[in-house]
């Protein structure tokens, strides 16, 4: 398991996307090119076609002599299609990769804070979390940001290029223009607090839906069933809601920036209209010719389109810092700090505690100080009352949870653990199998079935081991999903092998199965430290150590 120290700042939504952004710079930098080339492309197109209508309709060139004004046309026009497709594939290229890293970054701290710092989060809001809410990211790497460099740079060479032909006629497009992002930074403050209120609401509706699904055998024998139906159609109808708020939201504020734009484009066009025929003197409008007169008609819509399409991408922006609002929390979950937990290193004993303690928040200390070395190859026995601290020093072992006294030191290798409650998944048997093993073989599989007591059930299995399996095991006994999770622990090449309760719910004669293949572990200079209240165990083990409100009591040798 992955350990690491805390994290040395507190991150925010902005400074993460900002640090995710920075590691495909070159791909968002290519993006914005092209799209500049497109926008270049743009302008070219329409002073080619002013031209054209120009020379046809002032100058009276004939049309066979302009057909090398057409050729160009079409070949910017197929610069400009170039271009583009440059554009979109950088840009998803970009996002692509940014979601890749800022996964592997949540899983790796996921890993880092493993199952019991997890434990007050729900297994679906994570998974959400993973899935959806990294996806959330996608239109703001891929569209907005180069999209917010391009709503700058475009603009402003259109707006330039208009100053030269008449300073008049571009004084109404930049009066116009910072309507459309006062707008835009208005509408966000709204748009961003309705997606982290979306974002919670789905992460509840998964949670609250597959709470229900697990529990549906016990809702359907108190008959809570339909109640449980109508509770999941009242957190949909809620998303549903929170949904639609954001969708009106985007469609108004799409609506008032083409509102601003028209308007400013349809003043433009009056004033060009009057002053070529004269009846504006002001300025430069009497130089208006109908070539400057019709070029600047074409870009003044071309001028607004950068910041309208930065206005439908704002509500990526949006949509991505609610999302990231909840990753960065995630992320800001501290991890252990160094020193205090289990350490991985050279040492001659496979797990060495010294004065090794953990406390929890509202029940004090409830383990150590703890003194305790286990040799390589060797069976260790953990016994004691319910609370005593058995799962808890396992837990100190594996690293899932912190020592807040002393020094845990634990050799280098993988380590194999089986809870109390295993985790068995929707699949079949050998895609549960695959969690410890991935690259395990059909055969590797049966044999561990085969030593973990399970060679009757498979046997009468038509499917064998692609027999499929409900969520947390449904379809197999509790004794039969014992000896599954055990089967796994069989099929990991781990040196160290942390079982909690390992025959628990198992009848005497499969007990007697299971103990004999856990010996033959040992046998092959494996490491077992087991939590146990069976005899049959005990007596395998090397040691037997008691535990009784957290501290050692005795110990006994085999």
Known sequence: MAQGGASPETLTPRRWLQRLAAQQRRLIGLSVGAGLAVGLATIVQMALLAGWISALLVHGVAPQEL?????????????????????????LEASLRIRQAARAELVTHIEALGPVRLGGLHSAAIGGQLVEQVEALDGYFARFLPQLRLAVAIPAIIAALVVWLDWLAALFLLLAAPMIPVFMALVGIGAERLNRRQFAAVSRLAGHFLDRVRGITTLQLFNRAEQASDEVHAAADHYRRLSM???RLAFLSSAVLEFFAAVAIAVLAIYIGFGLLGYINYGPSPQLTLFSGLLILLLAPEFFQPLRTLSQHYHDRAAALGAA???VNLLNTPLPEAGSVNRVGETPAAVSLQQAGVSFLGRGRVLGPLDLEIAPGECVALVGPSGAGKSTLLQLIAGFVDSDSGEVTRAAGEIAWMDQRPLLIHGSLADNLRLAAPAASDDEIQLALQRAGLGELLSALPAGIDTALGERGVGLSGGQAQRLALARVFLSRAQLLLLDEPTASLDEETEAFVVEALQALTEEGRTLVVATHHPALMAMADRVIRLEQGRRVDEVGS
């Not at 057409?70 to 840009?91: C, D, P, S």
């Open 325 to 327: 609002d909840a990753l």
């Open 245 to 247: 708020r954001t969708l």
């Open 67 to 91: 057909l090398w004004w057409g050729l160009a046309l079409v070949l910017v026009l197929a610069l400009r299609a170039g271009a583009q497709w440059a554009q979109e594939v950088t840009g």
